[in-house]
């Protein structure tokens, strides 16, 4: 497997690349995964999802990266980052997982290893984050994970308003329960 740029405890993150269509669509393809996102998504709406994670990594040094086992090297899903404001310094925090990895933590690793990268390495002055109204999941993991509620803003490709936080880099930085994390 690729050389990993982030690691966590149980996770190493990489770039996507056009090779990695049949990963994209195990992730992107499977109706459960993105039934709260907008999908299903066709073949051909996953090979175009992948294309934009690779341009949004070529223009601006993030995507939703994927994500896989230190242990095994298994593709576990993506967490990462896109522009969201970047006049303000401030990028989304995203992150999808494989249905059959569910219940393991791995989003709230990924995420916590995501935001110390953003927070840390990229000097973002703050995340934004939101998610479906039904997640309820989401929405407990963004609170845990110290986002705070601002707003619900409508998100196209599900036609609904979602909630949407945001993490500052002053509220991350004073957080009581310190992100742990390990770069390559």
Not at 47 to 71: C, D, K, M, S
Not at 120 to 128: E, H, I, P, T
Not at 142 to 162: M, N, S, V
Request: charged share 20%; hydrophobic share 40%.
């Amino acid at each position: 497997m690729s050389s990993y740029f982030l690691r966590s405890s149980r996770l190493g993150f990489r770039e996507w690349a056009e090779s990695d269509i049949d990963l994209a669509n195990a992730l992107w393809g499977d109706p459960e995964v993105t039934r709260l996102i907008g999908g299903p998504f066709s073949k051909e709406q996953v090979r175009q999802r992948l294309a934009r994670e690779i341009e949004t990594q070529n223009a601006h040094g993030i995507q939703y990266w994927p994500i896989f086992l230190l242990a095994s090297d298994l593709h576990v899903g993506c967490c990462g980052l896109r522009p969201y404001q970047l006049d303000r310094g401030i990028s989304e925090l995203g992150f999808h997982i494989l249905k059959s990895q569910w219940g393991r933590g791995y989003a709230a690793e990924a995420a916590r290893a995501v935001m110390a990268h953003a927070f840390d390495s990229l000097r973002v002055a703050a995340l934004f984050a939101g998610h479906h109204p039904a997640n309820d999941a989401s929405r407990r993991l963004l609170q845990k994970l110290g986002f705070r509620f601002t707003h619900a803003e409508y998100y196209a490709p599900t036609g609904l308003d979602h909630p949407s936080y945001i993490l500052s880099s002053d509220e991350f930085s004073h957080r009581k329960d310190p992100v742990i994390h390990t770069r390559s």
